[in-house]
């Protein structure tokens, strides 16, 4: 079910708690802005969730409010599991959902990042 972005930061979000270490993930990088972790139901044969310490509902929240040292630490974070993951050479694709029309299941920010195969399509077109 795709959240409201507008709503405010839900403490008891699934990403908040693996963030904290409640629920359990698979960890890939972490710094200290941010938390990198593979996705539980992966779409591609590489599919890594990247996510701010910080309480960001979206990409829009994020945009607004985040300190320049949180978006610097952050981007920095997605580069860097992209090139650990050998990622850059083949090429890959970023990901953030947002608000309905996005998709976006999980009120915290998450960029997804796909490859380790040809990815297809931009975009869905079916409507
Ligand atoms: P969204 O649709 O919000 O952009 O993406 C949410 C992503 O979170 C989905 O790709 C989904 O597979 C992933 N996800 C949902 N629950 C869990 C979980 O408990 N652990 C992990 N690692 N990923 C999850």
């Known amino acids: 079910m795709p959240i409201d972005p507008t709503l405010p930061y839900d403490d008891n979000n ?23 972790f593979e996705d539980i139901n992966p779409q591609a044969e590489t599919h890594t969730l990247v996510i701010p310490r910080g309480r960001y509902v979206s990409w829009d929240d994020f945009s607004a409010k985040a300190s320049a040292e949180e978006i610097v630490g952050f981007v920095r974070a997605v580069g860097e599991v ?26 915290h920010l998450h960029v997804h990042l796909f490859g380790g195969q040809p990815l297809g399509p931009m975009i869905c077109k079916q409507r």
């Open 82 to 107: 992209a090139r650990a993951k050998g990622l850059v050479g083949p090429g890959y694709r970023l990901m953030a959902n947002i608000g309905a029309h996005g998709g976006q299941e999980v009120p």
């Open 14 to 36: 699934l990403f908040a708690k693996i963030l904290c270490g409640e629920i359990p993930s698979q960890k890939v990088y972490e710094n200290d802005w941010a938390f990198a």
